[in-house]
Nanobody, 129 residues
């Protein structure tokens, strides 16, 4: 079955960097869109970034564009989120999620949590001095 396992969350100072990993299994990664989402206490889950595996196209939320990078290295089953210049407002539980490419209704929904069908358990990122 589809499994997604996040790792790499930590406590980091403002301006620091972290690299989150999402280990995928149970499905052919090339047929999916993988997204990273986050949820801060008292807030709704929001889309951060996603990567379409069939064509390598990436999408980013305005709040992280230029600071975060989503990637997959070669034919690896891992998907990464490199986070630089971290801010206290980046503090949240970060989740990776997956959806088969044909199930994405339209481009404007690629960062909507409702688009995704499979979710990991999350990893905590805390940005604080």
């Amino acid at each position: 079955q589809v499994q997604l396992v996040e790792s790499g969350g930590d406590l980091v100072r403002p301006g620091g960097s972290l690299r989150l990993s999402c280990a995928t299994s149970g499905f052919t990664l090339d047929d999916y869109v993988i997204g990273w989402f986050r949820q801060a206490p008292g807030k709704e889950r929001e889309g951060v970034s996603c990567l379409s595996m069939v064509d390598g196209i990436t999408y980013y939320a305005n709040s992280v564009r230029g600071r975060f990078t989503i990637s997959r290295e070669n034919a690896d089953t891992m998907v990464y989120l490199q986070m630089n210049s971290l801010k206290p407002e980046d503090t949240a539980v970060y989740y990776c999620a997956a959806v088969p490419i044909p199930h994405v209704r339209a481009i404007q929904f690629v960062l909507h949590p409702q688009t995704y069908e499979y979710w990991g358990q999350g990893t905590q990122v805390t940005v604080s001095s």
